[in-house]
C-alpha cells in the first residue's frame, strides 16, 4: 500500500493538482489510495473530535528531544537505542496514519500490525510493531510540504523537493500551515503516550532556527558520520525510496547532485542555526564514536543534556544493544573516482570532521581543497 493511503483528502487533493499528470499505468494504484482516503474518513472525523478535546484540557507538552543529522547519519540507530528509556515516540501506524491511529490503531491493531513491512526499504533495520519511526511519512500524509511528495511525483522533482525540505518558493501562510499541522501531531503523540517525546528526522537539521523559535525549552542531539560513508549510502537510499513510491518516471533526477547539493545546504543551514547554541541544548556526536562505545556515548548525552535517570534506564540500553549483535549493514563499494567527486564537492566538511576515505588511516588522509 502506498503510504498515501494515509493522508487526509485535501492532502491527497493538492499533491494529485500539483503533479501534473500521471502515467495510466499508475492510475490503479491512485484509485486504490482514493478509495482508501475516503474510507478512512469517519475514523479520521472521529479522532479530530477526541483529540480536540484532550488537547483543550491537557497541560503544556513537555518540550522533546530532537535527534539531527543527515540521512545515513546514525540517526536511527541513536533512535533505536533512546528509544527503550522512558521517551515517548513516532510508533509505525502513527507513521502510516496520522489522522486516525488513536481510533483505527485501536480497531485494527492486529490487520496492521501484519501489514507492516519486515524491514525498512532502505536497510535491514527490522520493522516491529514498536519501532520508533521518523515523522515525515506521517507529515507527508497531512500537508503538502514534505520532500515525500517529490519522490512520490518526481515529475517536479526540484521544485517539490526544495519545497518540502527547505521551505524555498511557500508563502508564509504554508509555512505556518506546516507548523500548525507539526504541532499537532507532537502534542496528538504526547497525548496518546504522556510522554516526553524523541523525535528524529533529518528533515529538521535544516530547521533548527524555526524548531527554536516554536519550542524554545526542545534540546538536540546531531550525530554526524563520514560523508564518504553518507554518500555511497544515500545513492541506495534515493534509488530504492524512488522504485517503491513514485507514482510517476524518475529516470530524468539526477541523484548523485541532488545528494551533493542537498548535504551542503542542510550542514551549512545547521551551522549557522547552532552557532549560539549551549552545550546544555545541544550536544555533537559521531557515529563512529557510537559504534564503538554506545552506551558510554549515551551516558555523555545524559550527562551533557541534564536529562535525568540514566542509571535507570542503562539496562534497556544494553538489552537493546544485545539484541543486534549480529546485525549487518549494508555494504556499499567507493571507487577513487566517486571519492574524489565526494572530496570535491564536501572537501570542508572532510577537512573539519578530520575524515579519511575508507580504508585509509587519518596518518595517510591527503590534504582536501575546499
Known amino acids: 500500500m502506498h503510504p498515501l493511503a494515509g493522508s487526509n483528502l485535501r492532502t491527497f487533493a493538492t499533491a494529485l493538482q500539483r503533479a501534473n499528470g500521471l502515467p495510466a499505468a499508475k492510475w490503479g494504484q491512485v484509485v486504490l489510495i482514493a478509495a482508501c482516503v475516503l474510507a478512512r474518513q469517519p475514523f479520521s472525523l472521529a479522532e479530530k473530535i477526541i483529540v480536540a478535546r484532550a488537547r483543550a484540557k491537557a497541560p503544556p507538552m513537555p518540550p522533546p528531544l530532537f535527534i539531527l543529522g543527515h540521512w545515513r547519519s546514525g540517526t536511527t540507530h541513536l533512535y533505536n537505542i533512546m528509544s527503550k528509556a522512558d521517551f515517548g515516540f513516532v510508533p509505525p501506524v502513527a507513521t502510516g496514519l496520522p489522522w486516525d491511529f488513536m481510533v483505527m490503531g485501536s480497531l485494527f491493531r492486529r490487520f496492521l500490525e501484519r501489514a507492516l513491512p519486515s524491514h525498512r526499504y532502505i536497510d535491514n533495520v527490522p520493522v516491529l510493531p514498536d519501532s520508533p519511526q521518523e515523522d515525515e511519512i506521517a507529515l507527508a500524509n497531512m500537508t503538502p510540504l514534505s520532500f515525500y511528495h517529490a519522490l512520490y511525483f518526481p515529475k517536479n522533482f526540484d521544485r517539490l523537493f526544495q519545497q518540502g525540505l527547505f521551505f524555498e518558493g511557500c508563502t508564509p501562510q504554508e509555512i505556518r500551515n506546516w507548523q500548525q499541522t507539526f504541532l499537532y501531531l507532537m502534542e496528538k503523540l504526547s497525548l496518546h503516550q504522556n510522554k516526553r517525546m524523541l523525535i528524529k528526522n533529518p528533515v529538521y537539521t535544516a530547521r533548527l532556527s524555526m524548531l527554536r523559535e516554536m519550542m524554545p525549552e526542545a534540546k538536540y542531539i546531531h550525530i554526524s558520520r563520514n560523508p564518504y560513508d553518507i554518500f555511497v ?136 581543497a575546499s
Open 233 to 368: 549510502s544515500m545513492r541506495n537510499f534515493y534509488t530504492k525510496l524512488f522504485a517503491q513510491f513514485s507514482l510517476q518516471p524518475y529516470s530524468h533526477v539526477d541523484i548523485d547532485k541532488v545528494i551533493f547539493e542537498t548535504y551542503t545546504k542542510m550542514m551549512s543551514r545547521l551551522q549557522k542555526d547552532a552557532g549560539d547554541m549551549p552545550k546544555s541544548r545541544l550536544i555533537e556526536l559521531r557515529y563512529e564514536d557510537l559504534e564503538v562505545d554506545p552506551i558510554g556515548q549515551i551516558e555523555v548525552i545524559y550527562r551533557q543534556l541534564g536529562i535525568n535517570d540514566f542509571n535507570a534506564a542503562r539496562p534497556k540500553f544494553e538489552a537493546y544493544l544485545s539484541t543486534i549483535k549480529s546485525y549487518k549493514k549494508n555494504k556499499f563499494s567507493l571507487d577513487d573516482q566517486t571519492a574524489k567527486l565526494i572530496e570535491h564537492h564536501w572537501g570542508a566538511f572532510i577537512e573539519e570532521g578530520q575524515y579519511s576515505r575508507p580504508g585509509m588511516s587519518s596518518s595517510s588522509r591527503p590534504s582536501i
